[in-house]
């Protein structure tokens, strides 16, 4: 059914097309259970089939209540997470690497319970600024992590997504490129490229080589769409219409997630730690609306440029 080299996860829309999806951070900065309602009801209301929701404490995610709402509404849950500097599997410390292959273990295992068949992010080092390179012995340690998180992954239908991030937010892994060198290293089946266009645009020459690069070898597994700023899309400097013709001509089938952040609505913490410092928008309902019919529209137009074209 699948074609493994468009769509690996194996995540497909409930209609026609990929699954689009939205970021669980653009309604609300937690999730006790009137966060998570108010963010299911409002993904199902804003016509996305998929809500990313965030891991980064797995304990503080209550499963079962997770799983209720999300098949309530009929919306489908992926996971995301990102490591700190005392859980980071790039460390040279043996006790740092340990807690985080843990933390990716409960990642895993939580997502597992509520029904996500996905975990991704920057998981292979701190999401932080670095003040300096990666090394080789940290980056072996990244690799042994992630074969162990990948194996345990796999025994629960799990694919875990590396998502390249800029510079300031990791020395490790920054582009495509260095994504599938490291999961080549790793050497699993179910471990993918997460593209984020917004740091796509700082690191790489262009939207389209990362995504040919990472179908050709059958790696493109989930996509971000965030804009320069992250805020509204269309609304920045991003050439988001290449990134979708780029999706369209290797057929990608995978979900499409929209990611945005702003002080109106995120904790102080993570705020702080993605340098979150403007309330780029306040109004989420307005914001998702928008998202969503901006991405229907250019996927739309970017098949349609496709098939009439080529
Ligand atoms: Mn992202």
Not at 126 to 149: E, F, I, S
Not at 241 to 267: H, K, N, Q, T, W
Request: hydrophobic letters at 45%; aromatic letters at 6%; glycine letters at 10%.
């Amino acid at each position: 059914m699948t074609d493994p080299t468009t769509n690996p996860t194996g995540i497909t829309s409930g209609t026609a097309g990929n699954a689009l999806g939205v970021h669980a951070l653009v309604w609300v900065s937690g999730w006790d259970r009137r966060q998570c309602r108010h963010a299911v009801a409002a993904t199902a209301r804003s016509g996305f089939d998929l809500l990313e929701v965030p891991l980064l404490d797995p304990a503080q995610v209550d499963a079962d209540m997770t799983a209720g709402v999300l098949a309530e509404h009929g919306v489908t849950p992926t996971c995301s997470l990102g490591l700190a500097f005392d859980t980071d599997i790039s460390s040279e410390d043996g006790d740092t690497v340990t807690r985080g292959v843990n933390l990716l273990l409960d990642a895993v295992q939580v997502a597992g319970d509520i029904g996500s068949r996905y975990v991704g992010g920057p998981i292979y080092s701190a999401m932080d600024k670095y003040r300096r390179p990666a090394t080789a012995a940290g980056r072996a340690n990244a690799v042994a992590a992630l074969r162990t998180v990948a194996a345990a992954a796999h025994e629960r239908d799990v694919t875990l997504g590396l998502e390249p991030v800029n510079r300031y937010e990791s020395n490790l892994v920054n582009t495509a490129e260095q994504a599938l060198d490291l999961i080549a290293d790793v050497g699993a089946d179910n471990v993918v490229v997460h593209l984020d266009s917004y740091h796509m645009h700082i690191e790489q020459a262009d939207m389209a080589g990362p995504v040919r690069r990472c179908a050709a070898e059958g790696r493109l597994g989930y996509v971000h769409v965030g804009e320069s700023h992250r805020g509204h899309l269309g609304t920045g400097s991003l050439d988001l219409p290449g990134l979708f013709r780029a999706l369209a001509e290797v057929g990608y089938a995978g979900p499409i997630v929209f990611e945005s952040f702003s002080s109106a609505v995120v904790s102080p913490a993570f705020a702080s730690a993605l340098a979150v410092w403007r309330d780029l928008w306040t109004d989420s309902d307005d914001l998702v609306r928008a998202a969503h019919a901006y991405m229907t529209a250019h996927l739309h137009a970017a098949r349609t440029v496709r098939r009439d074209h080529t």
